[in-house]
């Protein structure tokens, strides 16, 4: 069975740097795109970065260019989110996904952050 | 990096139809074959529903199915299930491994 499970996430004051972690199972995980995509509360879906099986691709949404880093470990099939210079929008759940641009097949539950002092 | 649009609720009755409609541009929807969609019930995570336009992931009811023609792709529920009640937001491929998202649909089952 497919699991995601992420962590990291909690209260952060703003201009803080929470690193987001994702706990990869019951899959090959360096066979496979990976994605991060948030939700504010009350709001829809946005994608976030994704990254390449080998790590050597990345991408990001535009407002988080230059301060989120995407990355992963294969040998301990994880997926992170360094998360830098936090703004109150970037309160949300944060969602670990697999999958790259063709679908995002598979979700963890999320991990809240609130960015607020 | 605009979102895709949606209508913001649809609804219908048991064992009615609805669709569900995704305007894009050439830049996303009409220029790739990389649109999906997802159910997201209240409290939970986003579940896959359809990708690459109209193809079902395994277990998903071929109630559900999904099209595109130009720069709007659709999502059509058959047989309405109270279960069928959700958040349903689509995704497509917006270039350079970019993706973009609609701003979700409520769907109510009356």
């Known amino acids: 069975e497919v699991q995601l499970v992420e962590s990291g996430g909690g209260l952060v004051q703003p201009g803080g740097s929470p690193r987001l972690s994702c706990a990869a199972s019951?899959?090959?995980?360096?066979?496979?795109?990976m994605s991060w995509v948030r939700q504010a509360p009350g709001k829809g879906l946005e994608w976030v970065a994704n990254?390449?099986?080998?790590?050597?691709?990345?991408y990001y949404v535009d407002s988080v260019k230059g301060r989120f880093t995407i990355s992963r470990d294969n040998a301990k099939n994880s997926l992170y989110l360094q998360m830098n210079s936090l703004r109150a929008e970037d309160t949300a759940v944060y969602y670990c996904a697999r999958g790259g641009q063709q679908q995002l097949g598979h979700w963890g539950q999320g991990t809240l952050v609130t960015v607020s002092s | 990096q605009s979102a895709l649009t949606q209508p913001p609720s649809a609804s219908g009755s048991p064992g009615q139809s609805v669709t569900i409609s995704c305007t894009g541009t050439s830049s996303d929807v009409g220029g790739y074959n990389y649109v999906s969609w997802y159910q997201q019930h209240p409290g939970k995570a986003p579940k896959l529903m359809i990708y690459?336009?109209?193809k079902r992931p395994s277990g998903v009811p071929d109630r559900f199915s999904g099209s595109k023609s130009g720069n709007t792709a659709s999502l059509t529920v058959s047989g309405l299930q109270a279960e069928d009640e959700a958040d349903y937001y689509c995704?497509?491929?917006?270039?350079?491994?970019?993706?973009?998202f609609g701003g979700g649909t409520k769907l109510t089952v009356l």
């Open positions: 995704c497509s491929c917006a270039g350079s491994n970019n993706l973009v």
């Open positions: 990254i390449k099986q080998d790590g050597s691709e990345k």
């Open positions: 690459e336009v109209s």
């Open positions: 019951g899959f090959t995980f360096s066979s496979y795109w």
